[in-house]
């Protein structure tokens, strides 16, 4: 039997929040419970009257109201009976919503029986503290803020300046000048590397054969601590791969979060196979939870046929252990 408070209960995950309404025979009003997506806490709420309505609002609060949140999302209405239908409303760009009449759907459709309420927030934005415009609260980036002390941009001078570089990293296509107490400080792997009487050491150059040079000037960027946020964002797959290799720990936790905030259709089986390859537990367990638990692997039956072709054996017994526990739960 279903537990009463399970009823107004909403399931998140990363940017996504899902509502599962079993039964609005009895009632006319339901309000959910406050579930948080990036800084605010939300409501969803449905009514009857002579269509059913669906409400997105925040929840009072004096962030609310000094600072409301400006959304883009996507919001759908799933039907879990019979055949998976999904009704989905027309995106939703710089929604400014202060209160429960901001945004309401108003559904002529009639639901009967059980259905999902899932919203994927595209992004959230809030006034910049002069007024004249909007800025993404996912786009603020802690490696950006703090690489703006003044020690830490000397510090960064010292690469994009060649400053007294004692050592040669040769990439792919291309070579770049750093410096040995940098490297050593940062990664356990370098300071084997110099500490050691190894070719690296005798030569002074490291060789890096696997990544380009445009990546690994992003790679040392993060290491002296003036990389950009934006640059972060594009190069995360193969910084992870760099911060696995040489054990920058802080940039592989860094990727690790990162790529939880903005799991979708397009990238989750990517982030899978990731996840499950450098060994990051809240990555696949978020990406586990978006295709099992919210019933995106519906919608993605092609690609999932052929990532299945070509995935690890183990990665597949992931995934089919997780679909048989869910099912196990109806």
């Known amino acids: 039997m279903t537990d009463s408070s399970s009823a107004y209960r909403v399931e998140t995950t990363s940017r996504l929040a899902q509502w599962r309404i079993d039964n ?47 959304a883009s999302f996507i919001i759908r209405v799933v039907s879990s009976l019979g055949n998976r239908t999904t009704l989905a409303h027309p995106v939703i760009t710089d929604r400014q919503i202060k209160n429960n009449e901001d945004f309401v759907w108003a559904l002529e459709v009639p639901l009967t029986g059980k259905f999902i309420i899932d919203v994927e927030f595209l992004d959230l934005k809030t006034a910049s503290p002069n007024g004249e415009e909007l800025c993404s609260i996912w786009a603020e980036g802690e490696t950006q803020r703090e690489s703006n002390a ?40 370098f300071r084997s590397m110099f500490s050691h009487d190894l070719k690296e050491k005798e030569l002074s150059t490291v060789n890096i054969s696997d990544m380009s040079s445009e990546v690994c000037y ?95 054996r183990d990665l597949i017994f992931d995934i089919f252990h997780e679909v048989l526990a869910t099912w196990k739960g109806f």
């Not at 000397?154 to 004692?166: P, Q």
Request: charged letters at 25%.
């Open 24 to 70: 609005l025979a009895s009632c006319t009003y339901r309000k959910s419970d406050p579930f948080k997506i990036g800084k605010w806490n939300w409501h969803l709420a449905v009514e009857k009257s002579r269509s059913l309505l669906i409400k997105l609002y925040p929840e009072v609060s004096s962030l609310a109201k000094s600072n409301p949140p400006v």
């Open 150 to 189: 003044t020690a830490v941009t000397a510090l960064g001078r010292m690469l994009s300046e060649s400053i007294h570089t004692d050592i040669v990293i040769n990439a792919s296509d291309g070579s770049i000048g750093a410096h040995r107490a940098v490297l050593a400080a940062r990664s356990p792997v």
């Open 218 to 312: 992003v790679f040392l960027s993060y290491i002296y601590g003036n990389i950009q946020n934006e640059v972060f964002l594009t190069h995360r797959l193969a910084l992870l791969q760099a911060a696995d290799k040489y054990d920058v720990s802080d940039l592989k936790e860094a990727c690790h979060d990162s790529l939880l905030e903005d799991i979708d259709a397009k990238n989750v089986l990517d982030r899978l196979e990731h996840a499950f390859l450098y060994q990051l537990p809240k990555l696949k367990s978020s990406c586990m939870q978006y295709l099992v638990k919210f019933g995106k692997i519906y919608d993605l039956r092609d690609d999932l046929n052929t990532f299945l072709q070509s995935a690890d």
